[in-house]
């Protein structure tokens, strides 16, 4: 049915000999010849051009089988919808490339006739003495109407229905209430407010035409079925798409969003707007520019890549780990991170296990070591075998002694090492006690620190020799406690014996320890030493500064308890490490 093409280019406007022609597209203000629109109108489908005859339309289609040619050369255009064959001149030095072709048919309801011309089509054809005057449309010839039935038939004064025909035989009828003359006053018809699209049959009654349905106001509007998406119904089953949609190719009565620069993982969902596939996420703004959708992955993909919904792609030497991608080693890494592929990192507080040579195991670190009798359990955390406890909770390893030492240090489980100067006294089956020791001996005198001999009460030294050790009695200094019955020979009093020597000494049943007997059964602590909780003839070790949280194992010589250590600021107290 196309009797007339026009031809788009990108560029200036240029000639088309015979019945194509030629039009600008894209350029600011209109064609030459004011008809055509400045940007392109939707291809395929036809649109109805006021300045041109009743019954044409134009519809824009793509030919790519248009050629050009330079310098004025003329060219064919093949294949243009229908149109014959014909020549184009282009503008001299440019190269032109054809975009559209513009074909002029008849309309909808128009058909061509061998002159060339659209003429309306009436399907059912029209009644005697009438003319096919626009499409579906009959009009009768003459001064004959159309009456209720259709038919044209003559007006008044022959006929006059639902009217009283007036005015002296000059075809003029008064009609009746609810009817209107027709234009040329000569026949009655029913009256219908707004009967577009339909035939008035009675006086507001409205019969919508077929491909026409009433709406919510008794309007007969065109019908079209299964609806219009993203268009408009324009007629019957036509659907005109809204701006920035095209028809689809597979459903008619479907226009689908528009999106110029394509959507890569979406979907074109309004014009110029792209909406993400499930599983991808958009990239940048998808109404502006790069209207891509990345793919997503749940719940992550650090330091892989994501290459497909929930599918990460790790580099190699590397495991997807909730959502992360962590350097794989084999053997795993024992309290530490695989930060590279097949190397360890140990945490803080722990180092590598010299033992391992493949390096995956790290053990714990314990600066100052935990002693023969612990191992580092974590850092800096020791834990002790049975009878020894982790100084300080957590420190090196230290020996457990039920009863303190006394003079000594606990150097394992109920075992007293003793001080320098001194040994073990071997009337204390416990051991725990240690007391002065004098190498040199102390004959008739008592040995009360390391090396210092003091003697009993009633001898003295030897003056002849001074580094005797040896105390003699000597009546000449009297005879406490007694009395001297000649040299060197004392009579005790009641209570007191004589010693080696000849002097007379209180005598104290049950001994004195760390002190001297006095009196009968009266021991005097010595010097560094006081009386304690225990028995009366005990004294203990005396620290004048005192000894908080440690034991006075000897005068003025405190020991720490295990997890303290001495305050440098008070000598007399220990404080936790």
């Keep these: ?129 009438s003319n096919c005057t626009a499409p579906g449309l009959c009009s009768c010839l003459g001064d004959k109407v159309h009456d209720l039935a259709g038919n044209c038939v003559d007006t008044c004064p022959h006929s006059c229905l639902n009217g009283v025909c007036a005015g002296g035989g000059k075809g003029t009828c008064k009609c009746d209430e609810g009817f209107r003359a027709t234009e040329d006053g000569r026949l009655c018809a029913p009256h219908c407010d707004g009967c577009v699209g339909g035939n008035c049959t009675a006086p507001g009654v409205c019969q919508c035409s077929p491909g026409f349905v009433k709406d919510v106001y008794g309007r007969c509007v065109p019908s079209c079925k299964g609806g219009c998406l993203n268009a408009d119904c324009t007629g019957p089953d036509q659907c005109t798409c809204h701006v920035g949609h095209a028809r689809s190719r597979t459903r008619p009565n479907v226009c689908e969003s528009q999106c110029p620069d394509g959507c890569v993982n979406a979907k074109c969902t309004a014009p110029g707007v792209c909406t993400c596939l499930p599983g991808y996420s958009p990239s940048g703004n998808l109404t502006v520019s790069k209207r891509r959708c990345e793919p997503r992955c749940t719940p992550g993909c650090v330091g892989g890549e994501c290459v497909a919904p929930d599918t990460c792609v790790c580099k190699k030497g590397f495991t997807l780990v909730k959502g992360t991608c ?15 592929a097949g190397r360890c990192t140990c945490h803080s507080g722990y180092v590598k296990d010299p033992q391992d040579p493949a390096g995956a195991r790290c053990n714990p670190f314990c600066p100052n070591g935990c002693g023969k009798a612990g191992h580092c359990v974590a850092p800096a955390q020791c834990a002790c075998e049975s009878g020894w406890a982790p100084e300080g909770g957590k420190g090196v390893c230290r020996g457990v002694c039920t009863e303190s030492c006394v003079n ?73 406690n007694g009395v001297c019955r000649g040299p060197n020979d004392c009579v005790c009093n009641d209570g007191f014996t004589k010693s080696p020597m000849g002097r007379c000494e209180a005598s104290c049943k049950s001994g004195c320890f760390n ?51 001495k305050d440098k600021a008070n000598k007399g107290k220990c404080v936790p490490l």
Aim: hydrophobic residues 30%; glycine residues 12%; contains cysteine.
């Design 1 to 129: 049915m196309s009797w007339c093409s026009r031809v788009l280019f990108r560029g200036s406007p240029l000639l088309l000999t015979g019945l194509v022609a030629l039009v600008v597209a894209g350029v600011a203000g209109a064609p030459p010849d004011g008809i055509y629109p400045t940007l392109p109108p939707p291809i395929g489908v036809p649109v109805r051009n006021p300045k041109l005859p009743a019954g044409i339309c134009v519809v824009y289609e793509r030919n790519p089988n248009v050629t050009t040619a330079l310098n004025g050369t003329a060219t064919k255009v093949a294949n243009l919808t229908g149109a014959p064959s014909a020549s184009l001149l282009l503008a001299k030095g440019d190269n032109k490339t054809l975009d559209l072709v513009e074909v002029r048919r008849c309309c909808e309801g128009y058909e061509k006739t061998r002159y060339g011309r659209c003429e309306p089509l009436c399907p059912k054809g029209c009644p005697t003495g």
């Design 326 to 340: 962590v350097a794989h080693c084999d053997p795993p890494c024992v309290n530490g991170d695989c930060l590279q």
């Design 408 to 480: 000594g240090a606990c150097v394992g489980p109920n075992k007293c090492d003793c001080n320098p100067g001194y040994r073990k006294d071997p009337s204390i089956l416990a051991g725990n006690v240690c007391i002065p020791e004098c190498p040199e001996g102390c004959i008739n005198g008592d040995c009360l620190s390391p090396g210092q001999c003091t003697c009993k009460f009633g001898f003295h030294l030897d003056p002849n020799d001074p580094r005797s050790r040896t105390c003699v009695s000597d009546c000449l200094d009297g005879c406490p």
């Design 515 to 565: 002190a001297d007997c006095t009196g009968p059964d009266t021991c005097t602590c010595r010097a560094g030493y006081q009386k304690g909780s225990g028995p009366a003839n005990v004294c203990v070790p005396k620290c004048a500064a005192g000894c908080e949280n440690g034991v006075c194992s000897g005068p003025d010589l405190c020991i720490c308890k295990a997890g303290f250590k």
